[in-house]
């Protein structure tokens, strides 16, 4: 993680595998961290504060997790797949509470604030 005031690499994390994508809750002190380990894409939940894994979310087998984007309140992950759909994934018990097809790939999904 780099700082905009030093420009200078403040925190390094350990992943699973090279980072895609990261988003970051609201209160700056999670981050949802999209990662490629041998060409399947998973994210976890960090506490950047701590630098330190809280939660690994289980796509299913073979599927490959595109985009992650937090919810305006914090405890809900949207992801999107290359197998179409869009998944609801709660921060807290990292369970999926829903999941939508969409007819298409898509690499930029957001929540409505």
């Given at each position: 993680m780099w700082s905009f005031e030093t420009n200078d690499c403040s925190k390094q994390f350990q992943l699973h595998g090279n980072a895609c994508d990261v988003s970051f809750g609201r209160d700056g002190t999670t981050a949802a961290i999209l990662y490629d380990h041998s060409g399947a894409c998973s994210f976890e939940l960090w506490n950047v504060v701590l630098g330190t894994c809280a939660m690994k979310f289980d796509p299913q087998p073979?599927?490959?997790?595109?985009?992650?984007?937090?919810?305006?309140?914090?405890?809900?992950?949207?992801?999107?797949?290359?197998?179409?759909?869009?998944?609801?994934?709660?921060?807290?018990?990292?369970?999926?509470?829903?999941?939508?097809?969409?007819?298409?790939?898509?690499?930029?999904?957001?929540?409505?604030?």
């Open positions: 073979g599927e490959i997790v595109l985009t992650v984007e937090f919810s305006p309140d914090g405890r809900t992950i949207l992801s999107s797949s290359d197998n179409e759909t869009l998944k609801f994934w709660r921060t807290d018990t990292g369970e999926c509470i829903q999941t939508r097809e969409t007819h298409e790939i898509s690499n930029d999904e957001c929540f409505l604030q």
